[in-house]
């Protein structure tokens, strides 16, 4: 067993469905990755909707829309299952207690079941534990978070993305793990600009 996603991406974030609505403002991201099993050339695609500039001490909200994986399928294999994206609290902010959530009714409905988002020190992680069967594909869940900036005017705050991961489930061998890091590590997919508040009359 050598390969099961679709030769080019990772079978994570990856071609849009006519069902999920994304904002205008969102801009595609293509993240290079080097996975421990599978091709050399797989990309992260996802769709990112941040501010351009925002003022130093605002609060704003990040949001990340993915894309259909395209089929995947591999002699051999049954499934694959426990997929999980992994971005960072950017530098120069800090993450807005309680605010990371899944945007209802995005991404496909295989793997929505038991969909969801969850902080853990400086990384945010979207976790999708269903199984997606092989013949099939599946478009993960938007999502989105808040932060609070912290850094003065002049700064960027970026949006960086850590790591991804998934579970291939095999004939015969079982659960065969795959870890993806893009390259470089962490992998900026947008910034914004901190601009100074406007002076008080």
């Known amino acids: 067993?050598?390969?099961w996603m679709k030769s080019g991406s990772a079978a994570v974030i990856v071609a849009s469905v006519a069902w999920t609505t994304v904002p205008e403002a969102a801009t595609a991201v293509s993240v290079?990755?080097?996975c421990t099993r599978g091709p050399s050339n797989q990309r992260a695609e996802l769709l990112v909707t941040i501010p351009a500039s925002v003022e130093a001490g605002s609060t704003f909200t990040a949001r990340f829309d993915g894309k259909n994986s395209g089929p995947i399928s591999h002699t051999g294999?049954?499934?694959?299952?426990?997929m999980t994206t992994e971005l960072l609290v950017p530098t120069g902010a800090t993450y807005v207690e309680g605010s990371a959530h899944i945007i209802p009714n995005t991404g496909t409905a295989n793997v929505?079941?038991?969909?969801?988002v969850t902080k853990q020190g400086n990384t945010i992680t979207l976790f999708l534990p269903a199984h997606v069967e092989d013949g099939s594909n599946y478009t993960p869940p938007s999502f989105e978070f808040q932060v609070k900036v912290t850094a003065a005017?002049?700064?960027?705050?970026?949006?960086?993305?850590s790591q991804y991961r998934v579970t291939a489930?095999?004939?015969?061998?079982?659960?065969?793990h795959t870890v993806c890091d893009p390259t470089p590590k962490p992998y900026t997919v947008g910034t914004t600009n901190v601009v100074a508040a406007p002076a008080q009359p």
């Open 32 to 34: 290079p990755l080097s």
């Open 169 to 176: 489930n095999a004939i015969i061998v079982g659960d065969v």
């Open 153 to 161: 005017a002049g700064a960027k705050v970026a949006q960086r993305f």
């Open 112 to 116: 929505r079941a038991g969909a969801r």
């Open 1 to 3: 067993m050598r390969r």
């Open 77 to 82: 294999l049954n499934y694959i299952h426990e």
